[in-house]
C-alpha cells in the first residue's frame, strides 16, 4: 500500500498551459494554480461530482453543467471552490477523462481531480508482478500497466491461443480443429475493470480462469476452493446514457458472473477487493485530492465539509451517506462526551468504534481527514426517478427490487436516503453556496 504515497505526492504535475489548451479556455490561469487573494473568499468546503446523469448523458452535455460551473471559476479561469469528479468508469485514462470533461465544460481540468473506478488497484503492489487476466473495453492494457501492473493478459489474447473456448458465436468458431497455442503465461488474479463489449465470451473465459486455477490447459475443479484473487472495478448495476432508461453497468455483469459461478460450484464468488463508489475507500482519496487541491491554492481555512453530488441512490448517495458515517462516528471517538452519550443510549462501550478498526493503514497513507462531514445531494437528471422512491421500510419489500447496490453490501434505508433532491446540477451548486454562505467574486 506504500505505492499510495508515490502516487498522490505525483499530483498536480499537469502544464497549466497544456490543460487551458484543451479546455479551449485561451487567456486564463489553471483552475488549481495562482497565489492566494486576501480579498477573495476562502471556501471551507469541497464538491465532489459524479459525471454520468449529473453533467452528461452518455457523449452529450447536460444544460445545467456549464452553467454551474461558470458559477465555479473566476474570471481568471481558477477554481473559486476544490473541486474532484468522482466516477465508476473505468474505461479509460484519468487523463482522457480530463481532456474530455475539459471540453465539455468549458473550465481546464486536469487529471488530478479526476477519480476513476480503478485509481485504487495502485495501492494492491503485491499483485503488480503477477499475470494477471483485464476485462473490460478501451485501452485495458494501457490501463493496467499505468497503474503499476507489468505482466498483463486481455480476454482477446486468451480467447487467440485458446479458440475453442469461445463457442457462442457460430460465426467465430474455428472452421477446422485447433490444438492451442500455449504461449501465454498461467494466469494469477483477474482485474475486473468495467463492462466488456462480448459478454458471453467474458464470463465464460473469466469462468475458466477460475475454474482451471488459471490454467486453461486442464480441465475445470469445480470443488477447489478458493479461486485465483478476483478484484472488480465499478460496481454500477445500471448508468444513464442518451436512452430514456438506464443501461447495465457493470454491477449487471458481476451479478451474472456470480450467479454462473454459484450455479456452477454452489460456493459463492469471492473478492479480493472491490473498488469505485459507494467504497469508503473512494471517499478517502476524494478528500485526499480535495485537501492537496485547497494546499495548492494556499487556502488557509480547513476543508471540514464534503458535498457529493450524484444521481444514483445506490452508489452516489449510499457511498456519500455511507462515508459521512464514518466520519461521524470517527468524530464521535475522538469526542469524550460523545462516546459517553453511545454508551448511555446503547448500555454498552460495544457500539464505540475501536481505534485500530477506524485508523486502517490507508488513512496513515494520506493523513488523517480534514472534513468533517460529506453531504449527499441527488440530481433528478439520471438514474434517480423521482416517481420511484425508496421504501423507508426495508421489512415490507423485497431486498432485491429495491437494493440496486452490489451483494457484498449490506442494505440500509438510512444509506439511500440523500440530504437534498435538486433538479439538476447547477440548482445543487445554489444550494452548497447558499448552506455554506458563500459568495464567490
Not at 490447459?217 to 479461486?227: A, E, G, L
Not at 441512490?313 to 466520519?327: E, F, H, K, S
Not at 469524550?336 to 497513507?365: I, N
Request: charged content about 20%; hydrophobic content about 40%; proline content about 6%.
Amino acid at each position: 500500500m506504500r505505492g499510495l504515497l508515490s502516487f498522490y505526492r505525483g499530483l498536480y504535475t499537469l502544464s497549466n498551459r497544456q490543460a487551458r489548451r484543451k479546455a479551449g479556455i485561451v487567456g486564463s490561469r489553471c483552475g488549481l494554480c495562482g497565489t492566494p487573494s486576501t480579498s477573495k473568499p476562502q471556501p471551507g468546503f469541497g464538491l465532489l461530482f459524479d459525471i454520468d446523469g449529473v453533467l452528461v448523458r452518455g457523449r452529450l452535455p447536460i444544460p445545467a453543467a456549464k452553467k454551474a460551473f461558470e458559477k465555479l471559476v473566476d474570471s481568471q479561469g481558477q477554481f473559486v471552490v476544490p473541486v474532484v469528479f468522482v466516477t465508476n468508469a473505468g474505461n479509460c485514462l484519468r487523463q482522457t477523462k480530463a481532456d474530455q470533461l475539459s471540453h465539455i465544460l468549458g473550465v481546464p481540468i486536469t487529471q488530478d481531480q479526476v477519480i476513476m473506478s480503478h485509481s485504487p488497484l495502485r495501492m494492491f503492489k503485491k499483485f503488480h508482478d503477477k499475470c494477471v487476466l483485464v476485462s473490460g473495453q478501451g485501452p485495458v492494457l494501457e490501463i493496467a500497466k499505468n497503474l503499476g501492473f507489468k505482466n498483463v493478459m486481455s480476454i482477446d489474447m486468451l480467447r487467440e491461443s485458446y479458440p475453442l473456448l469461445d463457442m457462442v458465436d457460430h460465426n467465430r468458431r474455428p472452421k477446422l480443429p485447433s490444438n492451442p497455442i500455449v504461449t501465454l503465461s498461467k494466469v494469477e488474479a483477474v482485474i475486473l475493470f468495467g463492462e466488456p463489449v462480448r459478454w458471453e465470451t467474458n464470463l465464460q473465459l473469466i469462468i475458466d480462469i477460475l475454474l482451471t486455477n488459471g490454467n486453461l490447459s486442464s480441465v475445470h475443479q469445480t470443488q477447489k476452493m478458493p479461486h485465483l484473487p478476483l478484484l472488480a472495478c465499478n460496481m454500477d448495476l445500471m448508468w444513464m446514457a442518451e436512452a430514456h432508461s438506464p443501461r447495465f453497468g457493470h454491477g449487471t455483469f458481476l451479478v451474472c458472473l456470480e450467479n454462473i459461478y454459484k450455479k456452477i460450484t454452489g460456493k459463492d464468488l469471492k473478492y479480493e477487493a472491490l473498488m469505485g463508489k459507494p467504497s469508503e475507500l473512494t471517499y478517502h482519496f476524494a478528500e485526499y485530492l480535495i485537501r492537496s487541491q485547497a494546499m495548492q491554492r494556499q487556502w488557509k481555512l480547513p476543508v471540514t465539509s464534503l458535498y457529493a453530488i450524484g444521481d444514483n441512490l445506490m452508489t452516489d448517495i449510499y457511498g456519500a451517506n455511507l462515508y459521512n458515517r464514518y466520519l461521524e462516528e470517527r468524530a464521535a471517538r475522538k469526542n469524550p462526551k460523545a462516546v459517553a452519550k453511545m454508551v448511555a443510549a446503547t448500555g454498552s462501550t460495544a457500539a464505540v468504534p475501536r481505534e485500530e478498526e477506524m485508523d486502517s493503514l490507508w488513512e496513515s497513507e494520506l493523513a488523517l481527514p480534514s472534513a468533517t462531514s460529506c453531504k449527499s445531494v441527488l440530481v433528478c437528471t439520471g438514474v434517480y426517478n423521482p416517481k420511484a422512491e425508496v421504501p423507508s421500510d426495508a421489512n415490507r419489500c423485497i431486498k432485491e427490487t429495491v437494493f440496486h447496490g452490489h451483494r457484498d453490501f449490506r442494505f440500509d434505508p438510512a444509506l439511500v436516503e440523500p440530504g437534498h433532491i435538486v433538479q439538476d446540477v447547477l440548482e445543487a451548486v445554489d444550494l452548497i453556496f447558499e448552506q455554506e454562505k458563500f459568495v464567490p467574486q
